[in-house]
């Protein structure tokens, strides 16, 4: 079976290996669903390492003008939500959330706009929304341990 015609099996691979702390065989496992996709979204901020894994490693292409939302199809969301998981997994935790920031905006015009859209964006945009929530407190709470270590070295 070709790994485009079984995206969920392939992305289900990547977060076994992501929990694992394989993360060479969450790329290939990423590598074989993405190619020919297309991120329906910019980031704000990118590091070149983070550029170099989405353009070399898994051959994805940055939209230069954004995609219109009724162009984006749910399989090509949830490629790009495993990869932004696999991002914040690498400790390119800023790219992580803007990312994140532009998929769940760019799902949420798609939802708005479609009052019968397909019940899988609802909930991949859900599922989204809580991960964005778990970044942000994990990336506030490392903020306040360093805080605290850095107060209680002046003592």
């Given at each position: 079976i070709k790994p485009q015609a079984d995206i969920p099996t392939y992305l289900e691979l990547a977060s076994i290996c992501r929990q694992h702390q394989r993360i060479s065989l969450a790329e290939k496992a990423l590598r074989q669903v993405s190619k020919d996709t297309v991120l329906p979204f910019q980031f704000t901020h990118i590091s070149e390492e983070v550029s170099k894994f989405l353009h070399e490693n898994l051959g994805i292409k940055q939209a230069t003008n954004l995609?219109?939302?009724s162009d984006i199809v749910t399989t090509d969301a949830q490629v790009?939500?495993?990869i932004?998981?696999?991002i914040w997994d690498t400790d390119?935790?800023?790219e992580a959330i803007d990312?994140?920031?532009?998929l769940i905006s760019t799902i949420k015009e798609i939802v708005d706009s479609?009052?019968?859209s397909d019940s899988m964006f609802t909930e991949l945009l859900s599922r989204m929304l809580v991960k964005h929530g778990d970044w942000l407190l994990q990336q506030n709470?490392?903020?306040l341990s360093a805080f605290s270590r850095s107060i209680k070295s002046l003592k």
């Open positions: 995609i219109e939302g790009c939500y495993a932004l998981k696999h390119h935790h800023q990312g994140i920031e532009s479609n009052k019968e709470v490392n903020k």
